[in-house]
Every structure is written in structure tokens, then in C-alpha cells.
């Protein structure tokens, strides 16, 4: 692996990575190159490098961060802003992408937000953009979700409702190993014109390692009541990404959202004691999770799910 190519991919300094070479006996073969059997201690120098992710993004995008730095969310297009995250750099990824085609291809409204979202202040009468859910798009994205997760022991999980998950859910296979399809249901039914839908699914996968998840206890079927009169659309609820960053995390663990809307994963992941860095190419939704986070870390309440949304039997991380 070459120097320089380390320094770009993984956004260090050099100073620090030749004093280390140096101070470890390490030697810069003729083309500039480490060999491949240092590589992974070199590596593991990287990741103990301070705010590498910080230093990649500071200062180009307009977002929110925590007083403590501890959660950063920027204004951005997801793939935009994983092409800027260092490579190795997160740990895990817990993501509700808003794709279009379950819109565009079953005709439910062209995407277009009704009732109280539908108010001023919206783009183009939608909300939010949705996130263009070709292949090609979708490679893009994935691409890039490999290359930031960390390599030894990276988990994912990506959010599917059913007409995504039937085109894009194969995909993931050439990217990661997938271990699970999980179900989330709902408890109360929704809309449908051909059966009310109760579930969105869930694809967990691991960036070719073989980590486990915590606890061994968890079904592959999770039941949260889905949020009602949500002040963000498509607001999911806290539980469901605790679920995700409870099996998969440690404390201090980088959890990853690039899809991050009202920030419910992000109150997961502070939930969990993990960092958080994500974006939404929304400005709303950058709003919204100031608001929430900012009255989170203050006094502990969730401004948008004020009520916990399990149901008796299935509080597995407790
Ligand atoms: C399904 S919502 C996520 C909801 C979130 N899980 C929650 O609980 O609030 C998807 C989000 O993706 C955002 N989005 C759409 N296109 C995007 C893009 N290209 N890049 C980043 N975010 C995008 C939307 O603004 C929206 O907030």
C-alpha cells in the first residue's frame, strides 16, 4: 500500500504516520509503499488517531454538533458526505434511507407529503427529498458504506419497506455479508390497498468479519408501536435503533446515519453512551434534531417520542 494513497484514503496526517513508521522500524519500500504484512498494524495506528472524522468534514458543511462533539450531524447528500468520512472510520451504520420507488412504482401520491407535512416550508410540496433508488445509485451508496465501515468488525443495518427490499435488498450481498433479515413489526396496521401493511424489514449484515452481536437472546422479529402523529415524517422510533446499536456496539463505538432525519437513531446511539456523526439533505430535518438532541442532552426528554414504543415482552436489551 502506498503512503501517500494511505494519507488520502485515510485522512491522517503524515507527520505522525512517518514518525510512527520511523519509531517502529518500518520501512518505505523504493515506490513509496509499507508492505502488505504491516499494513494491519499501520492500520490500527490509524484508527487511534483523534478526531480523524472530525478534521474530514470540519468547516464544509453547515449542520449541528453537540457541545461535546459527541454528535455531528451535517447537511448533506448521504453519499456526498460518506465520500468525505476517512476509510475504517465507523463502526457501526444504522440507516432508514428514503427511497422512492415504493412512490414512483406503486403509485401511492408521487412521493408527495399530505396533510400537516404538506405545509409551507417544504420543498416542491415534499418534505424531504427522496433518495433516487436506482442500482446504480444504490451501489454508489453501498460502496461507500463498505469502505467507512471498519473492516475487522463493522456491523450495518439498512431499513427496507417491502417493494425496496425486493429490488434493492440483493445488492447488499455484493458488498457485505448478509447474516439476517430482520422484521420489524409495527403492532398497529397502516395503509395498504392490498393488505394493511404492520412491517418494514431490516437487513443485517457485517463487513466481511464474523463479529458477533451481544446478546445472543435476540429474535430476528421486534415489535415497536409505530410512531402516530409524528412531528417528522417517517419518524421512526427510538427502539428500533436502539435494538440495532444495542446487539452491535460497545461504549464510545462511532455509529453512522446518513439518512438521519428527526434524529432518532442519534438519541439511540447517545442512549447506548456511542458518538454519533450522520446528515440529511434536509434543512428541516437538521432543525428538528437540534431541537431534540439539544433538549435531550439538557434534560433527558424526547421532544418527539415522549412515550416508549415497546411492548411488554420484547425489552431485550434491559
Ligand atoms: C425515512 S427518513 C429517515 C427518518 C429517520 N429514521 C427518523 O426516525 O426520523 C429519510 C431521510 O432521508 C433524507 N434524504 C432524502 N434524500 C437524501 C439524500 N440524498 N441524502 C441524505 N438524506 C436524504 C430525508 O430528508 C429524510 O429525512
Known amino acids: 500500500m502506498i503512503i501517500d494513497e494511505i494519507i488520502k484514503d485515510y485522512k ?4 505522525p504516520l512517518v514518525k510512527y513508521l520511523s519509531l517502529n522500524k518500518i520501512d518505505i519500500l523504493e515506490d513509496g509503499s509499507i508492505s502488505q504484512k504491516h499494513f494491519q498494524t499501520v492500520l490500527s495506528f490509524i484508527e487511534k488517531q483523534d478526531n480523524r ?18 454528535i455531528k450531524i451535517y447537511k448533506d447528500d448521504a453519499i456526498s458526505f460518506l ?23 406503486l403509485k401511492l401520491g408521487k412521493g408527495r407529503i399530505v396533510g400537516k407535512y404538506s405545509e409551507k416550508g417544504t420543498e416542491n410540496g415534499k418534505w424531504f427529498g427522496e433518495f433516487e433508488d436506482s442500482e446504480e445509485n444504490y451501489t454508489k451508496f453501498l460502496t461507500q458504506c463498505q469502505r467507512v465501515l471498519k473492516k475487522s468488525t463493522g456491523h450495518i443495518y439498512i431499513m427496507f419497506d417491502s417493494y425496496s427490499l425486493l429490488t434493492l435488498g440483493n445488492i447488499v450481498r455484493n458488498h457485505f455479508e448478509v447474516k439476517n433479515l430482520i422484521t420489524w413489526d409495527k403492532v398497529n396496521i397502516g395503509m395498504g390497498h392490498y393488505f394493511r401493511r404492520r412491517h418494514e424489514y431490516i437487513i443485517f449484515a457485517t463487513n466481511g468479519n464474523t463479529r458477533k452481536i451481544k ?14 402523529n409524528s412531528k417528522y415524517p417517517t419518524q421512526k422510533p427510538v427502539e428500533v435503533f436502539q435494538a440495532m446499536i444495542h446487539a452491535s456496539a460497545e461504549t464510545d463505538f462511532v455509529v453512522c446515519d446518513p439518512f438521519t432525519g428527526s434524529a432518532s437513531s442519534a438519541i439511540a446511539a447517545i442512549k447506548n453512551n456511542c458518538k454519533f456523526i450522520g446528515c440529511d439533505i434536509s434543512e428541516k430535518s437538521i432543525e428538528v434534531s437540534q431541537e431534540r438532541i439539544t433538549t435531550f442532552l439538557n434534560n433527558g426528554k424526547d421532544i418527539l417520542q415522549p412515550n416508549s414504543a415497546s411492548v411488554e415482552e420484547n425489552i431485550f436489551w434491559e
Open 83 to 105: 465520500e468525505k468520512l476517512p476509510s475504517n472510520s465507523v463502526d457501526i451504520i444504522v440507516t432508514d434511507p428514503a427511497y422512492s420507488g415504493m412512490n414512483n412504482k
Open 12 to 15: 491522517v496526517a503524515k507527520e
Open 53 to 70: 472524522i472530525e478534521k474530514s468534514l470540519n468547516g464544509k458543511n453547515l449542520g449541528y454538533f453537540s457541545p461535546d462533539n459527541r
Open 215 to 228: 446478546n445472543r437472546k435476540f429474535p430476528d422479529v421486534w415489535r415497536f408501536k409505530r410512531i402516530h
